[in-house]
């Protein structure tokens, strides 16, 4: 599959659209490896939407005859539900599913809260995770680490079914998810650097793009439908648990430590050994020529250099852009089965449309050489500021119907995108002997928007108003934080990467040496 190629010679800032083939982005057999590694953590860390569906309510209505101040229509009015005797209370008939707000009655009045509070959890163990386990990782290594997070995190699904079906304390099942979400902090962090140092920089998009989270929420969506009414949404764990342990063990030990990492702590020599092993399972020849490394600098040898150093600290503030995208998107994503309509086609849509911008994206990413984070960040942060501005005019005038749905579909699909943009920012913005502490700390600030995402939607159900103008406020000053402040990385090799003036400099020269190339090299392949 080919794209015609035209390419405007008079012009060197001009945007060139290029041929592309699925030979372009350089996978061999090694690859392969690698993305199930990158697949296996994206089932793991689609936990992170579980509140969705733990949350999930359906509307209901009091079967109390006579009454002429109860509304007999299905409904989620909490006035109702209150006035109503607990055993009159009937909800919508094709329930797939009793949710933990379901089982343990987090409805309406004071218990309301407990729905946010059973996100919170999660959401704090996540906001540990990221700092602890990054940097943790950046001093032991990316392997082990990701082993041990994975392997505990797993456990800790197991103990979501043990406390769900033995003990009727949600207190026991707070406390699992809470330690769930340590490990989910140390699989976003870790398991994403793990992945992005043994890739090229033009493979990097495509990864995000054809191997996603939202391909895996569409299969949860799947499995979730296909079961009779009122199974319970706990006992999904256990049908799939088993495969998940043998595939991810297995993906893993396959896969080798990141020479990346090795060059950054002076091991040369199993370095070299590992890069051997690589090439071997790439089916590579064994007189092929190994990678050269660029020399490290002894001022990005420390931790605590995410601290004292004004260039990095410098850096990963302004990449606290993350922050905007995480309160938007998961207040969006809790907000979701509020949406009217059908629970599962609206989530299987949404899915879906994510699944297929990302693919789009690798498609623009590579066709066009010139279009950059830069790029991708402000036009999808200006599209999820429109969305959200347009539902503040139909929530405002009380409007419930599928321009609802529609604005909601394509704010969450943009705000995809940012996070896409951030993601690859984080790991092309700082030296690998730090890359995963800062990482760590960027995906900190990341989870504070997310403890606040689910108190948002809480309070969204007394001012309908308060969600969608958050995004509008916040994604009004991420535009111009990433307008004014944030540098290009595109094409840029990981070891290459350097904090000061003169080094910076020497990057941006070397990402537009690296671009130029690549346009080279796939003008001579057509």
């Given at each position: 599959m080919t794209f015609n190629s035209i390419n405007n010679k008079n012009s060197l800032t001009s945007q060139r659209i290029t041929t592309i083939n699925f030979n372009f982005f350089d996978f061999n057999r090694f690859h392969f490896y690698i993305l199930l590694c990158w697949q296996f953590g994206i089932f793991f860390a689609a936990q992170m939407v579980f509140p969705?569906?733990?949350n999930y309510l359906p509307k209901w209505k009091c079967n109390l005859i006579n009454s002429t101040t109860i509304n007999n229509d299905f409904?989620?009015?909490?006035?109702?539900?209150?006035?109503?005797?607990?055993?009159?209370?009937?909800?919508?008939?094709?329930?797939?599913?009793?949710?933990?707000?379901?089982?343990?009655?987090?409805?309406?009045?004071?218990?309301?809260?407990?729905?946010?509070?059973?996100?919170?959890?999660q959401f704090s163990g996540v906001l540990i995770g990221t700092l602890t386990f990054g940097a943790i990782s950046d001093t032991f290594g990316r392997k082990i680490v990701s082993l041990i997070v994975l392997t505990v995190g797993i456990l800790s699904m197991f103990a979501t079914v043990f406390f769900k079906a033995f003990s009727p304390n949600w207190h026991f099942l707070l406390a699992s998810r809470l330690i769930l979400g340590l490990c989910l902090g140390g699989n976003l962090v870790v398991v994403y650097t793990f992945v992005m140092e043994h890739l090229l920089p033009k493979q990097r998009m495509a990864i995000r793009g054809f191997i996603n989270w939202v391909i895996k929420i569409k299969f949860d969506l799947q499995k979730y439908n296909l079961w009779p009414n009122g199974t319970d949404v706990l006992s999904y764990y256990p049908k799939i648990t088993i495969f998940k342990i043998q595939i991810r063990n297995w993906s893993f030990i396959i896969n080798l430590e990141s020479p990346t990492w090795l060059h950054s702590k002076g091991r040369l020599e199993q370095m070299r050994i590992n890069e051997r092993k690589i090439a071997r399972l790439?089916?590579?020849?064994p007189s092929i020529n190994l990678p050269q490394h660029e020399q490290l600098s002894a001022?990005?040898?420390?931790?605590?250099?995410?601290?004292?150093?004004?260039?990095?600290?410098?850096?990963?503030?302004?990449?606290?852009?993350?922050?905007t995208a995480a309160v938007s998107g998961y207040s969006i994503d809790l907000n979701s089965s509020n949406i009217s309509g059908d629970f599962y086609f609206n989530q299987c849509l949404l899915s879906l449309?994510?699944?297929?911008?990302?693919?789009?994206?690798?498609?623009?990413?590579?066709?066009?050489?010139?279009?950059?984070?830069?790029?991708?960040?402000?036009y999808s942060q200006f599209i999820v500021i429109i969305s959200a501005s347009l539902l503040i005019i139909l929530v405002y005038f009380g409007h419930d119907g599928i321009g609802i749905f529609l604005a909601n579909l394509i704010g969450l699909t943009f705000i995809e995108l940012t996070w896409d943009a951030c993601y690859l920012w984080f790991v092309e913005s700082v030296p690998t002997t730090l890359r995963a502490s800062s990482v760590g700390s960027c995906s900190l600030i990341a989870r504070i928007g997310t403890l606040i995402a689910p108190a948002l939607v809480f309070v969204n159900t007394f001012w309908s108003l308060s969600v969608y103008l958050v995004i509008v406020l916040l994604g009004l000053f991420n535009l111009l934080i990433s307008w004014l402040f944030l540098?290009?990385?595109?094409?840029?090799?990981?070891?290459?990467?350097?904090?000061?003036?003169?080094?910076?400099?020497?990057?941006?020269?070397?990402?537009k040496k690296n671009m130029e190339m690549e346009i080279l090299k796939i003008e001579e392949k057509n």
């Open positions: 969705i569906f733990s409904t989620r009015n909490c006035s109702i539900f209150k006035q109503c005797p607990e055993d009159l209370i009937e909800f919508e008939e094709n329930i797939q599913f009793h949710s933990a707000a379901m089982e343990y009655r987090w409805i309406c009045g004071a218990q309301a809260y407990k729905q946010a509070l059973f996100s919170q959890a790439a089916g590579l020849p001022k990005e040898s420390s931790v605590w250099n995410l601290i004292r150093d004004k260039a990095l600290f410098k850096r990963v503030i302004v990449l606290w852009v993350m922050f449309l994510c699944a297929f911008s990302k693919i789009c994206l690798v498609l623009v990413d590579t066709i066009f050489p010139k279009f950059s984070r830069r790029n991708l960040h402000q540098y290009e990385t595109k094409g840029i090799n990981l070891d290459a990467v350097h904090l000061h003036n003169n080094e910076i400099k020497n990057n941006k020269n070397l990402i």
